[in-house]
């Protein structure tokens, strides 16, 4: 079993930044990946990016590559995400994921066995 909790979701402006965190405990020894998505209002689950435990591989989302990064602390088993110039299109609710099921398809919801409560950001205009 392993516990996925977020924090660092709040009210920000338009072109503000914010780091979201993922803190993982538990059997973490056995994870595969670890990754973030996210979900507006009536909108489908997006994968947003994700980084593999062991290696750091990391892989970014199309709709915020260059803007998103994703990081990881070893010593204490978080996984943040950086979330630079941020618009109102980034309002959403922020899940972390984790599975130790290894799949090619990381970028997939479907994949991730483990879920933590979600971190609220809002964009304001």
């Known amino acids: 079993q392993v516990h996925v909790v977020e924090s660092g979701g709040g009210l920000v402006k338009t072109g503000d930044s914010l780091t979201l965190s993922c803190v993982l405990s538990g059997r973490t020894n056995s994870l595969y990946v670890v990754g973030w998505f996210r979900q507006a209002p009536e909108k489908e689950r997006e994968f947003v990016g994700r980084i593999k435990w062991n290696g750091g591989s990391i892989l970014i989302g199309d709709s915020v590559k260059g803007r998103f990064t994703i990081s990881r602390d070893s010593a204490t088993n978080t996984v943040y995400l950086q979330m630079n110039n941020l618009n109102p299109d980034d309002t959403a609710v922020y899940h972390c994921?984790?599975?130790?099921?290894?799949?090619?398809?990381?970028?997939?919801?479907?994949?991730?066995?483990?879920w933590g409560q979600g971190a609220q950001v809002t964009v304001s205009p």
């Open positions: 994921g984790a599975s130790s099921r290894v799949g090619s398809r990381t970028d997939f919801a479907t994949l991730y066995d483990y």
